[in-house]
């Protein structure tokens, strides 16, 4: 019982966002406040590497949060928030990378192998069905192996319903399927 | 048969990544290295008190006397700087250099019994209990150490403490003004 | 129990692959009917789309003919196949090879590059803590400090000053460990203890090379020495670090890992018995080839922890009729002597000598001031006698219990 109970703590702890913000690092201001969580959000702990510096309990992630707070108490505009975190820690400080020379493959490579795949299908799917439009009829020989294959099934098809072909060019391929 | 190498497209494209993935993999390139924005750049600015009281508080004049400084981020609580601390004992006493050490988010009392206790290879050293002098210089944690030269620009930048190696590929090259 | 689960399911997987793989093995022919089968429903389900008109005429006959020609083409490329011959080797062992190497691949991997013997972690945790002997530290450097001021020409004293404030730093040769190793260095140049920590010193200060060099000094004059092992453990580490060649003499031969690990299983009183084996077996193989210095001084050894002294006596004379032992064997040596006296006699002329040379090389040394202290008085010098007892007293700690004797024997020394 005390088992399942602590099963269930663990999972409402799961459940719970992992916010690292302390109540004494929050601003008064609520919108200040709201806006510092969005950036908070975006940058990355570069200790913790692959948490938001709002999740990440780490030394540096609190000092980020609070220079975060004061910039935007100075005044800053959110994009000077980010520059000026930029300008210490690098493009790797945003967990979204910027779109410049040195990323392209980065956010293009995906979206241009979806294109060329897309680009491959159709092209296939088009040459499929202009063979399927007017595939050329058969020719005398391959109508008599036909009928050798199929035997007595094969009788539907409506302009050769004369059913000419018996069953004696068995030299031509396999044994028909019921016959024998 | 062109259709019989059509198969082996993804075959080839699997081949490929996996070669890339071998190469990127064995190159031996450390993925958690993240560099730091600072090198190459003019020394950030520090404005800090001294760590031992009375002093004169430390600034960028320090990166303004023309030879080449070392700037140690250390703490008494962190267990790596313990382990490079014979290093910088080293540089001092046999190679001459001038270090900065930097006490980050350490009580002064602490930091400077810790030096007392294991001896002090600083020539000057603050104290940035805030971690805000860290921030500038976009530390992640310590020990970090930066190389300035004597035009101010920083030149090499260490992530976790020294080893033998650093002394030797880079840092004492670097002190005898051969910039790697 | 988890080896068993990893493996039963990495069975089942390559069961499952194989299935399919072997079941596929028709032959050209029964596959052909099977296609065949297939197309024919596909010629169905297109005459009942064309009579219910959802495929128009046209249409209709161009599906047909589409399927008719594939029937054509499977029909060759079965009676290409000629269908009484066996599958090739190839294709009878690839699948099922190919099924077994991937598990066999990880298995080879795992072994290569995992640790199968590795306790899991919280055991390790758990356990390790509770093993450790707990030492006040900060009293150790207190009582080390202490005694290095107040003997500040005692090498000994400054060199365990250095150690407890190695020790205080978590094994860094911190600045003033360093002060004091220096001392003790000036006092006496050979001390290995000394040596080890300045060694120890260079190698944390990134002189790697004078540390090895250093190190493998010390080896090569205490290759018998306790601490022998631990300093070949502590140059294999810094010169791996360094990525050099640890260039270490051969280890003297030990008991092998399989014999550690039979020992291990034996009750005490078997293990003793084992032991002794071992001693009586060096003892043997020294007697043809008694040139062995280091076997002498590892038999001694044997022989003293076994309690056997005599022997012990005697396997010292032999190294150090080789070579002369050095004072930290000649202190054991003396040490395998006196433990044979009965309490109160005076030590043998052998013995004398023994400890007289001891007391050359360490004049501070207790047991040769003590035991020389009984011998002078015995043989009436017994102002000798008093001043050797007395420089032991001056040496001993406050609460030393055999203090009180002393301090009687010193009386009855002094009473004429």
Partial sequence: MWARSQCIALLLLCALPALAVEPTEMLKDPALEARARQIGQALRCVVCQNQSIDDSQAEVAHDMRRAVRERLQAGDSDDQVFAYMVARYGDYVLLKPPFKARTLVLWLGAPALLL??????????????????????????????????????????????EGACGKQERSLGLRPRDDS | MSRRLLYLLPLLTLALMAGFFAWSLLIGRDPAAIGSVVVGRPAPPLNIPALQEGQAPLTDALFKSGKPVLVNFFASWCAPCLAEHPLFMRLKEREGAIVIGIAWKNKRDEALAWLKRLGNPFQTAGLDLEGKAGLDWGLSGVPETYAVDGNGIVRLHFRGPLIERDLTDSVIPFLKGNTP | MLELVLALLSAATVGVLLIPLLGSRFDAKSRFEGELGIYRDQLAEIERERTNGILAESEAAAARTEVERRILAA????????SSKPPSTLHKVLPPGLALAVPLLALGLYLQLGHPGLPSAPFARGSAPAEEPHMDIARLVVEARARATE????????????????????GTVTQPALEAFNKALQRNPGDPRTLYYLGLHQAQSGDSAAALA??????????????????????????????????????PTGPSREQQDTMAKLSPAERQQAIRGMVEGLAERLKENPQDRAGWLRL????????????AVDAYVHADSLAPVDARQLADWAEAYVRQLKPGDPPPPAAV???????????????????????????????AAARRWKALLSRLPPDAPIREMLEQRIKEAEAK
């Avoid at chain 3, 050894?301 to 309690?307: E, F, H, P, R």
Wanted: net charge negative; glycine share 6%; proline share 9%.
């Fill in chain 3, 214 to 251: 250093r190190w493998r000094d010390l080896l090569t004059k205490y290759p018998d020495a306790p601490f022998a092992p631990g300093l070949r453990a502590e140059i294999e580490r810094v010169a791996r670090a360094a990525g050099v060649d640890p260039g270490l003499p051969p280890a």
């Fill in chain 1, 116 to 161: 060329i795949a897309g680009v491959a299908l159709l092209f296939a799917a088009r040459r499929r069905r202009t063979a399927t439009v007017a595939p050329p009829p058969l020719n005398e020989e391959e109508r008599v192996r036909l009928s050798v294959i199929l035997g007595d099934q094969w009788d539907f098809h409506p302009e050769r319903s």
């Fill in chain 3, 75 to 82: 029909a060759d490329q079965a009676a290409a196949v000629p």
């Fill in chain 3, 353 to 383: 000598a023994v400890l007289e040379r001891l007391e050359k090389a360490e004049p501070r040394n207790g047991l040769a001031l003590f035991y020389l202290g009984a011998a002078s008085f015995a043989s009436g010098d017994k102002q």
């Fill in chain 3, 151 to 170: 003997h500040p020409d005692d090498p000994e004293a400054q060199a365990a000053l250095g150690e407890a404030l190695t020790l205080e730093a978590d």
């Fill in chain 3, 300 to 311: 001694a050894n044997a022989w003293k922890v076994l309690g056997e002294n005599a022997n």
